[in-house]
Structure formats: C-alpha cells, structure tokens
C-alpha cells in the first residue's frame, strides 16, 4: 500500500471518529438538556396542559407557577441554609484536610501510612449506614434541629478524599523549597501557611468546589436532623413541597427548576478552577 493509500485511510479513520464523538456527545447533550428543557416550560404550564400537551410550548404561558416560589420566604430560607451549611463545610474539611494532609505528605514517622490507611478506608464507608447511629450520637449530644448536627458528620465524611487529592499535591512541591524556606527562618507551619497553601491554590480551589457540590445535594442527613422547616435545606425542600402540592405538578417543576439555578450558577463559575485543579494534580501525578 502507497503512503498515499495509508495517509488517506487513516483521514478517513480520524473523519470518522471525530463524526462518532459528534455524535456521541450531541446524545449525551440530549439526554441531559431534554428533562431540564421540559422542567423548564412545564413551570409555565398549568396541569391541564401538562396533560393534554406535554412537550409543546405553553398556550397560554402561567408564570405564577415560578413567580409565587420566588417571592415565598420559605424557598430563600433553604438557598441560606443550602448555602450555609455548605460553606461552613468546606471550610471545616478544606482547613483540617490541609493539615493531616501536610504532616501526612512532609514529615516522616512511625505508623504514617497505616494512619493514611485508616482515612483513606472511610472512603469505603457508606453514609448510609452510619445514619442510625450518627442519629442517636447528634440527638445525644443536643445538635439535632442545629445547623452543626449536619456540618460536622459531612465535614467527617469529606475528610478521606480531600486528604488523599491535597496530600498528593503537597507531595509534589520540592523538598529544597522547604529547606531553604526553613533556613530563612521560617517555621513548619510558616511554611506551610505562607509557600504550601498558596502553591497549592488549584488543589484547594478543587477539594472545595467538590465539598460545596456534595454538601449542597446532601438529602439524608438534612432530612434526618432538622425537623424545624426553618433549618430546610433546598434538596429537603423540594420534597418537602412535592408533597404538599402532589397533585399540582406544573408548580412542582418550576420549584424543581429554581431549586437547580444557584447550583447550575455556582458550578458555571467554579468550573475553569475544578478542572484547571484537576488537570493540575493529573499533570504533577
């Protein structure tokens, strides 16, 4: 076979892979944007229409369906404590993370690894199966109803990972940067908080994004520790409100959908950090 011959078949190879990724993705496209399309004009439906006409434009368009969630106190209560208990999550596990990390990554001593071993086995360990006893642990320790009762169990449950990415990070960083670091004067912690920390911005920037998405769709526990409709989460809430309106599916959708909005917004803003982080860590892997 001539060059010609090889270099044709394989343009017409790479023609057809690129054609089949194409595709590929466009199917994938479609099977996300599809349901939240049809969340989307269903809230400006009335239940009749959703009956009679489910996939066809609204006729006539009913924007009470998502005017009268916004202007409900009681759904930008849960977006508070959604965006609360997530915050002070990620600043709980993000900060203890860094430190196990650090001494787990830069100092030398007996048992080191069988210690990293123990927190990298919770990552094994279902939440599911800890709700009874973490239940009566919170209800014995007065934090049910309590904001906390569910920061601390997730910032528990979110330990493993973050140790294991910023661990690895910090790994990465030359031990010359630390020692003259050290002969300048500074301190192990010094070092740490003033050279490690910001070197490792995109590591942090990422075990943070992922600690706020996961304590953001956290359902169990929520549900479990606030029997106060005031302390609602947004997943809580919208089942909360899909049983009480359970035969008005049109105003289901479009609390559905406004439930979606701040955490679509807040992944569109910290998406280039999550992968920029994560190309980082494969790249210094």
Not at 234 to 255: K, M, N, W
């Amino acid at each position: 076979m001539s060059a010609h011959a090889r270099r044709k078949g394989r343009t017409a190879g790479d023609r057809f892979r690129g054609v089949a990724m194409q595709i590929t993705v466009l199917m994938i496209a479609a099977f996300v944007l599809v349901p939240i399309l049809y969340g989307v004009l269903g809230g400006f439906k009335d239940n009749q229409q959703l009956s009679t006409n489910p996939f066809g434009l609204p006729d006539p368009w009913v924007p009470s369906n998502y005017t009268d969630v916004i202007f409900s106190g009681s759904f930008w209560r849960q977006v508070f404590n959604s965006t609360f208990i997530a915050l002070m999550t990620t600043f709980i596990v993000v900060f203890l993370s860094a430190l196990a990390a650090y001494i787990f990554a830069r100092f030398a001593f007996k048992g080191r690894e069988f210690l990293f071993m123990l927190f990298a086995t919770g990552l094994m360990f279902p939440f599911a199966v800890a709700i009874l006893p973490l239940f009566i642990l919170l209800r014995a320790l007065g934090l049910l109803d309590n904001p906390f009762g569910v920061i601390l169990p997730q910032a528990a449950f979110g330990l493993p990972l973050t140790i294991i990415i910023l661990r690895q990070f910090f790994r990465t960083v030359p031990a010359e940067l630390e020692e003259a670091a050290i002969l300048d004067g500074c301190s192990a912690f010094g070092f740490f908080w003033r050279i490690l920390l910001p070197m490792a911005r995109p590591a942090v920037a990422t075990v943070s994004v992922l600690a706020i998405v996961t304590s953001w769709n956290n359902f169990m526990l929520p549900l479990v520790v606030f029997n106060d409709p005031n302390w609602w989460t947004l997943p809580v809430g919208v089942q909360q409100f899909s049983g009480e309106y359970a035969s008005d599916t049109a105003r289901i959708l479009a609390f559905v959908i406004l439930a979606m909005i701040p955490a679509l917004a807040f992944y569109a803003l910290a998406e280039r950090q999550l992968i920029g982080g994560l190309a980082t860590g494969a790249t210094k892997g």
